[in-house]
């Protein structure tokens, strides 16, 4: 049985809705049982997906710094503007480099050909643009002004790690800002729990248009995942490549990587679920005045 309360929020040329929903989904027993969070929202420009982003960094915790070690709660980012760039396109972005360089405790994986973070604006060749000069006009950065791709595939493993260390670690939450997603029930989130158990995918909304942008983020009962497949859209960024769906990713937001799952996440859980409450009853409040 996996419980999952969504917050959805969809902003569409500037009025915004607001959905809550408990769904009780029954799994095959082959598929292991874990609880959830999600927070979804989609938006043509970032305002309307902040309110969503914001709520799940709440969630999760307060933000830690970018060392060595785990402080066992709060949350780490990624939001690539830091990299310099040396290790920005047209260069490679090497898998360890936010465990190793900036540890925040993850090391990617792809069936590809390595990972690429985005040129600045100043190079001229920003967004991508040194893969197809026409991706700027297609996708927009949530946090100016880099953003992040696999190269030769649309599929990402997020593995996470103690952060500067090799020991393995598992996180409560894991979300994603993702732009120029069209496809329904294409882009999508995998997690694996600590014996590399399916605890569950979550597809990514879709918004019609060029440069918007859609999240998703997933917050567990507690630290049990240890690794996360992202599939952005169904095909891999390419110079002719522009159909059926191509997608990159900004923002990662996650729970502090942690070897030791914390029973202390569960109040964190109950936090999310008192939220969506409050959020609740304040609209119902609204309409009744």
Known sequence: MVLETHILLKARTGIAAVTFAALAVLLPTREAAAASVIFSATGVDAAGIITTVDAFRTALGNINPNVAGSFGTGRREINWDGVPDAFAAPNALPANFFN???PRGVVFE?????????????????????????????????????????????IVDVNFFVPGSVDAALTGGFGVVFSDVDLANTTSLTF??????????FFVPEIAGDQTFSFLGVLFESPQVSRVRITSGNVSLGAGQFDPDVVVMDDFIFGEPSNTPLPAALPLFATGLGALGLLGWRRKRKQAA
């Open 192 to 201: 694996f729990g600590n014996n590399n158990e399916f605890l569950g995918t």
């Open 110 to 154: 792809t069936p590809g050909s390595g990972f690429q973070v985005s040129a600045s604006n100043a190079s001229g060749q920003s967004q991508f643009a040194n893969i197809n000069p026409t991706y700027p006009s297609n996708f927009e950065p949530f946090s100016p002004q880099r953003l992040f791709t696999a190269l030769n595939s649309n």
């Open 100 to 102: 190793a360089n900036s």
